[in-house]
């Protein structure tokens, strides 16, 4: 079965996955039966394509990686990108592009824009998610289509799919966790002695640092992160600005040694739990003890301890991930899409 794939965004994440259907295409048409082919590429600087028969993803990862434009990869592609998508022939739609903080955005759009012409939709963008769940879900339901979200949080750890698919009728009672990569880095870093300094331009060199710094630093992509696992896995109906949030940017080489000092670590904490009938987040740097189970989460690991009705106690621990994680994300979606999963 042909998939005709249309890429909104290729930075980082979407050149990855391009490189990840190259390796697999094979693989991806003899075991699954699937033809994926990537039919179309939008961006903000590198231009916009297309081509019916499929875009040469090798070419146009090299022009991408130089800098350069994707114009001789197929036919130019201009006006707004959300009413190209509305009239592009494609089966699916994988949108990434950046975060935003408001619930106006183009992310939003674009989304909406395929699910109102026909297309499924993936997306590692958290912005739309935590902002407009509920609606596109309901709009994806109407559709038949697929509406999957897998890489928005803790990359290609599988959040969603656990909580929503393989842990049915469960009730998440409250979670913590490090979901913010960048910002774990550097606390580690502080912590063997470099500077804060140190850390951000570190972090930056690795590419882990947000398009707008303060996404990271500031502690905003850690509150989307603990309000979108809220709002889906909880029912909450919260909005990351009006949760309390604290980043790692105040953070002083003295306050990390005297949380050393007292055995104690450092960690940039997401919370999210029931108050009666609502649902409640927060974001804080705090001083964790060495038998916490989030202590020994180091560079850039992320983690997620859940507490259920259930089962009690999980924890979900992603070592050192590589944006070859978050490609597996979009790919793992696109394969749930494939199979009749069309939503988590």
């Not at 295409?25 to 590429?41: F, M, N, P, W």
């Not at 606390?187 to 140190?198: A, I, Q, V």
């Not at 604290?246 to 029931?274: D, F, N, V, Y």
């Not at 020994?296 to 050192?320: A, K």
């Amino acid at each position: 079965m042909r998939c005709r794939i249309l890429l909104v965004g290729f930075g980082n994440v979407g050149r990855e996955f391009a490189r990840l259907v190259l390796e697999r295409r094979s693989e991806l048409a003899k075991v699954h039966g699937l033809d994926a082919a990537v039919v179309g590429i939008i961006t903000g600087r590198h231009g916009s394509v297309e081509r019916a028969r499929g875009i040469d993803l090798r070419k146009a990862l090299r022009l991408a990686d130089a800098g350069a434009s994707l114009e001789s990869c197929g036919r130019g592609v201009h006006g707004r990108s959300a009413e190209y998508i509305r009239r592009a022939r494609a089966d699916v739609v994988i949108e990434i592009t950046p975060l935003r903080i408001a619930p106006r955005q183009i992310g939003v759009d674009h989304i909406v824009a395929a699910l109102s012409s026909g297309k499924h939709v993936i997306t590692a963008n958290k912005g739309p998610v935590v902002y407009h769940y509920r609606r596109l879900k309901e709009m994806a339901r109407t559709q038949g289509l697929g509406f999957r979200y897998e890489g928005t949080v803790m990359d290609g750890a599988p959040v969603f799919n656990l909580f929503q698919e393989t842990l049915r009728g469960i009730r998440i009672l409250s979670f913590e966790g490090i979901l913010n990569s960048t910002t774990n880095l550097i606390l580690s870093m502080m912590e063997g002695g470099r500077t804060y300094e140190d850390g951000v331009k570190s972090a930056r060199a690795m590419g882990l640092l947000e398009t707008d710094p303060a996404m990271d630093l500031e502690g905003w992509d850690a509150t989307v992160k603990a309000c979108l696992l809220a709002n889906v896995l909880m029912g909450g109906r919260l909005r990351p600005e009006r949760v309390p949030r604290e980043g790692i940017a105040s953070l002083t080489p003295e306050r990390t040694e005297a949380a050393r000092s007292a055995r104690k670590r450092m960690k940039l904490i997401a919370r999210g739990w029931r108050d009666g009938r609502s649902v409640k987040a927060s974001v804080s740097l705090e001083a964790v003890a060495l038998d916490h189970p989030l202590a020994s989460v180091d560079g850039t690991s992320s983690s997620l301890v859940v507490r259920t009705d259930m089962l009690r106690e999980l924890q979900i621990i992603e070592r050192q991930p590589t944006l070859r994680q978050t490609a597996y994300a979009l790919y793992s979606d696109l394969l749930a899409i494939h199979e009749g999963r069309l939503s988590p």
